[in-house]
């Protein structure tokens, strides 16, 4: 996983609820059995048309929408299904951070064991943010792992919460298998104490 | 001294504690691991790339049905992707000594349908799966919850993953359910209720009379539900009914080691006295068929109920989410939903693929015949339910009311398999979303119970299943 301490950046906004991992990539994109080109699928009902053209008024598609690297979304981003290929398909896009309302747990998870940054905030923060991109969709922000904090321009925005373990391993660049292979004694004992029950 | 009162979740959180350290997520342990072939080929390459092995094989079940094609043909139906997938999952099954239960085998079904019907799922157990329906097999008394791919590949090394202990919500349904609703109305009213990012951050528990009076099959289709509610795993105390279904299963344990079982999992209660972070209370006689109208589970009301209007909401945002909903389902506000036309009814799915289900479907299709026009595809949730719905003759009657009858599998509740919705379709069905494009792109779902959903393909419409008594 790659580090990630502090990004500043341009943003998309996607202004919606309930944004769920079916529209984040849809489960036909889902045949595939390694990561590569998922980017290209996010979105995808939303971004193309049946036949594959680009949709003219997504916000994915328009010419100064090119390698911003954080989206911004309403609230309970990530709903729904498990699969991981949603944050797959987030990172391969170029995304680093989603900044929302809130988020789904499963979704939260996924993203911040691939280097994506759930960032949930406060109504008023949030509107913040949603006005301010609106005033200037060129604006950018920063989104501060080592400090949990938010900026727009220079301004302080918001303070926003991650779990210190999973900030720890993002600030690294960590993956938790590593850490978890660690405790091979812990697991052995807690094997043996079990194999002397009845059942 | 007394200990203190505990919840059912954590008890069973507490013993699966590996190891605990200050300032990490708890090291738990899992019992069972389900895998299938959808999300489980990255978590192989992972382990592949680190020379690691899995760490203990047989805690680990695996089966195809997410891609498998219900069509009779199957294999020859199967396009190249998805051939490649199903190939992948038995190689690394071979590889790693994991039993498969690949498409044509026995007991192959869907995922969550297979652990309970095997006797894979016990009280008391932790069980994960890459696959957020996991939730199902708390019916059982057992903490499970859908995981990642990232986390599928802890599992197969470690059988241990880093979690936070959840906080319990208990959600109290008590009374008697009216006649001709059942635990599907009982999930969709919950969160219609409590939205479906209700439950983020919780474990439901359900309780009350009403819960103890549903079925092990009900119970399942509505712990399957909870992660709609946005929890991650859902269960319900093990009683006799749990025992009684598990009894003489495949991998349920059997003799001296059967009654020890059973005396253990009678423990597996919330104890009085002991504290939910949050509760909801139902009451169920008040309970009516619900229907989803909008484009997530928690746009569902009382079949009867007219449509709700966006300028009636309180916020501009639920306003406008409720607007894009209706637009995209093509819907009115302020509208019936009864009497809306349907182009497909879907009858299966890890919610609703239960010979109970089947059964309930099967008294509404006896002695008629599905409308014209409207495609009913009915698929068993495994090869198990097939066999017994053949044996009753339940095939039989969907047949002769006009139904396809499918080899088992996911089928029409994910746009994988070949079974889709075509563009502005719209369908009546058992699964569990109604996001859009969930069931093809373009399509449109109301989802129901089974009883709704066979009235549907009856009358051609949405219908009250009240109104259609038993054939
Ligand atoms: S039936 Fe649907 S929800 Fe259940 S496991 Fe299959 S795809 Fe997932």
């Given at each position: ?6 990004l ?8 919606r609820?309930n944004?769920?991992t079916d ?5 036909r994109?889902?045949?595939v059995?390694?990561?590569?080109g ?9 971004r ?11 916000v994915l598609?328009?010419?100064?929408a ?7 979304a ?11 290929h949603?944050p ?5 896009y ?8 809130s988020f ?26 949603l ?8 604006a ?12 727009l ?10 779990d210190a373990f999973?900030r720890?391993?993002l600030?690294?660049g960590l ?10 004694a ?6 043996a104490?079990?194999s002397t029950?009845?059942? | 001294?007394s ?5 059912l979740?954590d ?13 990490r ?14 999300t489980?080929?990255?978590?192989f ?9 899995l ?7 695996a ?20 051939r490649k997938?199903?190939?992948?999952l ?7 000594g994991?039993?498969l239960y ?7 079904g869907?995922?969550?349908v297979?652990?309970?019907e095997?006797g894979l ?6 069980i994960v ?48 359910l ?5 635990a599907k ?6 969160i219609?209720?409590?939205?479906t990012?209700g439950?983020t ?6 309780r009350g009379?009403?819960?103890?009076s ?16 946005g ?9 006799e009914?749990?025992f ?13 080691a ?71 389902m ?10 809306h036309p349907?182009?497909v ?7 609703n ?7 309930e ?8 015949q ?14 198990n339910?097939k ?21 088992p599998?996911c089928?029409m509740c ?8 075509s563009?502005g379709q ?5 699964s ?13 779902t ?7 959903a ?13 109104t259609?008594?038993?054939g």
């Open positions: 996983m790659e580090a990630l301490k502090s500043t950046a341009k943003a998309l906004v996607v202004h609820d944004i769920d529209q984040i990539i849809p489960a994109f889902l045949k059995t390694d990561k590569a998922l980017g290209d699928a996010l979105f995808a009902d939303w193309y048309a049946e036949d594959g053209t680009p949709k003219s008024d997504f598609n328009q010419p100064w090119k390698g911003r690297a954080i989206l911004v309403g609230q309970n981003f990530g709903s729904g299904s498990s699969r991981e949603a797959w398909a987030l990172l391969g170029g995304f680093r951070a989603v900044i929302a309302r789904a747990d499963i979704f939260r998870n996924n993203a911040l064991k691939n280097g994506v940054l759930p960032v949930a905030l406060g109504k008023t923060e949030h509107s913040k943010v006005a301010a991109l609106a005033a200037d969709r060129d950018e922000l920063t989104v501060d792992l080592e400090m949990c904090a938010l900026g321009g220079g301004e302080h925005i918001a303070n926003f919460e991650v999973a720890h391993c600030l690294n993956d938790q298998l590593g850490y978890l292979l660690h405790f091979e812990d697991i052995e004992r807690y094997e104490e079990r029950r009845a059942y | 001294m200990q203190q009162a505990q919840t979740v008890k069973v959180w507490d013993r699966h504690i590996v190891s605990e350290e200050p300032g997520p708890s090291m738990v342990y899992i019992d069972l691991h389900l895998i299938h072939e959808v489980s080929p990255q978590a390459a992972a382990l592949e790339e680190r020379g690691l092995k760490r203990q094989p047989q805690r680990t079940v089966t195809m049905d997410h891609s498998t094609p219900t069509d009779p043909r199957r294999l020859e139906v199967l396009d190249g992707q998805s997938q199903l190939d992948l038995r190689h690394n099954c071979e590889k790693y994991v039993t690949g498409i044509g085998h026995d007991r192959n869907i995922v969550h297979i652990g309970p095997l799922t016990q009280p008391g157990m932790t799966c890459g696959d957020s329906h996991t939730s199902t097999h708390g019916a059982f008394g057992a903490l499970a919850f859908g995981i990642g791919t990232t986390e599928v590949s802890h599992v197969l090394a470690t059988q241990c993953l880093l979690q936070h202990r959840p906080e319990s919500f208990e959600v109290y349904v008590d009374g008697a009216p006649a001709g609703v059942g109305d009982i999930a969709l009213a919950i219609a209720e409590i939205g990012d439950g951050g919780h474990v439901f528990e359900f009379s009403a819960i103890e549903l079925s092990m099959e009900g119970r399942m289709t509505l712990c399957n539900m909870s992660i709609e509610a929890a991650r795993a859902g269960l319900i105390a093990p009683d009914k749990t009684a279904y598990l009894e003489g299963r495949d991998f349920a344990p059997k003799g001296a059967w009654q020890a079982a059973v005396a253990d999992w009678r423990s597996l209660r919330t104890d009085e006295g002991a504290t939910f972070s949050r509760s909801l209370t139902i009451d169920a006689s008040e309970l009516a068929p619900m229907i989803t109208f909008g484009t997530n589970p928690g746009m569902g009301q009382a079949i009867d109920k007219h449509l709700p209007r966006p300028e009636d909401l309180e916020s501009d945002q639920a306003a406008a989410e409720l607007r894009k909903a209706l637009d995209y093509g819907l009115e506000p302020g509208k019936t939903l009864l009497g349907v182009d009814v879907f009858i299966g799915s890890c919610t693929s239960r010979i109970s289900d089947l059964r479907a099967a008294e509404i299709f006896s002695g008629r599905v409308a014209n026009g409207v495609r009913t595809l009915v698929v068993p949730g495994s090869q339910i066999r017994q719905a053949e044996a009753e003759g339940l095939d039989v009657v969907f047949r002769t009311a006009g139904a396809e009858w499918r080899e599998g089928s994910i746009a994988m398999n070949g079974d889709q919705l563009p719209y369908a009546v069905s058992t569990n979303r109604n996001f859009e494009g969930r069931q093809g792109r373009g399509g449109r109301f989802l129901a119970s089974p009883r709704t066979a009235a549907a393909a009856i009358r051609g419409c949405v219908t009250d299943p009240r259609l008594t038993a």
